[in-house]
């Protein structure tokens, strides 16, 4: 009896409760559902385990300095998410937050090179190289998106589908709207 009485007081707590507060949740009107490409990107980040390392939420500034980091201009709030199936909110931050990204750096060919080879850029860097995302070519064809890594190398490196799609998630990724308001708010007003 004690049993069930736990396993239906977590179902409460844990299920029922938070989804009953989050069904009103609207998007902010700036908010737009990822395009196919950014979806495609956003299954790339997944597949090559980009949330072991990285966050998508700017913490409360009662609680942390993400703000003041430059991670943001305001902490993350639930219509963020709206359309994050699953979310990616992350299990660690050993590298920079990814909340805001696209706003903080928006230059594609930065963040190709970057994943091509990260010290290049960023020289403390301990992300891992993703050079299979990319190829190399004798000539590129003229619609390839080719990137110079620094060193003398015969032929080309190319983005590959799946790097331009990783790169067009991650520019997507622009959280830089008002917070919405929250349901509390709207009612004060």
């Given at each position: 009896?004690?049993?069930?009485?736990?396993?239906?007081f977590?179902?409460?707590?844990?299920?029922?409760?938070?989804?009953?507060?989050?069904s009103?949740?609207?998007?902010?009107a700036?908010?737009?559902?990822?395009?196919a490409?950014?979806?495609?990107?956003?299954q790339?980040?997944?597949?090559?385990?980009?949330?072991y390392?990285?966050?998508?939420?700017?913490?409360?500034?009662?609680?942390?300095?993400?703000?003041?980091?430059?991670?943001?201009?305001?902490?993350?709030?639930?219509?963020?998410?709206?359309?994050?199936?699953?979310h990616l909110?992350g299990?660690?931050?050993?590298?920079p937050?990814?909340?805001?990204?696209?706003?903080?750096?928006?230059?594609?060919?930065?963040?190709?090179l970057?994943?091509?080879q990260p010290r290049s850029l960023?020289?403390?860097?301990?992300?891992p190289?993703?050079?299979?995302?990319?190829?190399h070519?004798?000539t590129?064809?003229?619609?390839d998106v080719?990137?110079?890594p620094?060193q003398?190398?015969a032929g080309?490196?190319?983005?590959?589908?799946?790097?331009?799609?990783?790169v067009?998630?991650?520019?997507a990724?622009?959280?830089?709207y008002?917070?919405?308001?929250t349901?509390k708010e709207?009612?004060?007003?």
């Amino acid at each position: 009896m004690g049993a069930l009485a736990t396993v239906i007081f977590a179902l409460m707590v844990l299920v029922i409760l938070p989804k009953s507060m989050l069904s009103g949740v609207q998007p902010p009107a700036e908010l737009k559902p990822l395009t196919a490409q950014e979806m495609r990107g956003r299954q790339v980040y997944i597949e090559n385990g980009c949330i072991y390392c990285h966050t998508q939420q700017v913490r409360d500034t009662n609680f942390t300095q993400d703000v003041a980091k430059g991670m943001g201009n305001r902490p993350s709030v639930p219509a963020d998410y709206v359309y994050d199936q699953p979310h990616l909110l992350g299990t660690m931050r050993t590298g920079p937050d990814l909340f805001n990204v696209g706003s903080r750096l928006p230059d594609k060919k930065w963040h190709l090179l970057h994943l091509y080879q990260p010290r290049s850029l960023v020289p403390w860097s301990i992300m891992p190289a993703f050079p299979f995302l990319f190829e190399h070519k004798d000539t590129p064809a003229p619609d390839d998106v080719v990137i110079e890594p620094g060193q003398a190398e015969a032929g080309a490196i190319v983005a590959t589908e799946d790097a331009k799609a990783l790169v067009a998630y991650l520019l997507a990724l622009k959280h830089d709207y008002a917070m919405p308001n929250t349901k509390k708010e709207a009612a004060d007003e």
